[in-house]
Nanobody
Framework: QVQLVESGGGLVQAGGSLRLSCAAG????????MGWFRQAPGKEREFVAA????????DYAESVKGRFTISRDNAENTVALEMNSLKPEDTAVYYCGAKKQAGFGYYDSVNTYSYWGQGTQVTVAS
């Protein structure tokens, strides 16, 4: 049974930093595309960042480019999202998603991902 468990969320002041982590179990992790998405109240879930199975390709939403960094450790079955220079508009529940695929296609679509974690709340105070 596939499990994704996010951690690392919390309350931070604007301009601060947080590091989110997602631990994966029940899958051959190194074969999976991994993504981070977020959902603010009353809004749809939106793409934040994605990383290919090998870690060789990454991409980010325009709103977080230069501030967020996604990385993965295939030995530890984890994917991380380092978030710097946080803004109040980054406030949301952050989810990690997983999709078994070798390519990097449609990495920014919610519909691509087969598995999701339960989410972790990030609140940025102004």
């Amino acid at each position: 049974q596939v499990q994704l468990v996010e951690s690392g969320g919390g309350l931070v002041q604007a301009g601060g930093s947080l590091r989110l982590s997602c631990a994966a179990g029940g899958l051959t992790y190194s074969l999976y595309l991994m993504g981070w998405f977020r959902q603010a109240p009353g809004k749809e879930r939106e793409f934040v960042a994605a990383i290919s199975w090998s870690g060789s390709r990454t991409d980010y939403a325009e709103s977080v480019k230069g501030r967020f960094t996604i990385s993965r450790d295939n030995a530890e079955n984890t994917v991380a999202l380092e978030m710097n220079s946080l803004k109040p508009e980054d406030t949301a529940v952050y989810y990690c998603g997983a999709k078994k695929q070798a390519g990097f296609g449609y990495y920014d679509s919610v519909n691509t991902y087969s598995y999701w974690g339960q989410g972790t709340q990030v609140t940025v105070a102004s």
